[in-house]
């Protein structure tokens, strides 16, 4: 979304059953972090629990797939 004269990047993480946002994060930028910190709110959210939890791959061609195994694991 363009804020002022810049952009501002936004990464939200929806529980797809409650349509609750349960993480999100927004830079100026567009790379790996903005969607890790995203992320690690969502985890922190749900109380530190990953069972049952699935990120699907993003269908969009700026996609950061390629960091989601390294973000799982830590």
Partial sequence: ????GSWLYLACVIDIC???VLGYSMAPH????LVID?????VAA????MDGVIF???TAPRSAT?????????
């Avoid at 979304?1 to 002022?4: F, I, K, L, R």
């Avoid at 567009?30 to 972090?33: I, T, V, W």
């Fill in 1 to 4: 979304m363009q804020v002022g």
């Fill in 18 to 20: 409650s349509r609750r």
């Fill in 30 to 33: 567009m790379r790996a972090e």
């Fill in 38 to 42: 995203a992320i690690k709110l969502a």
């Fill in 46 to 49: 749900r109380g530190d629990r």
């Fill in 56 to 58: 699907p791959g993003s």
């Fill in 66 to 74: 390629s960091t989601s195994s390294s973000t799982a694991a830590a």
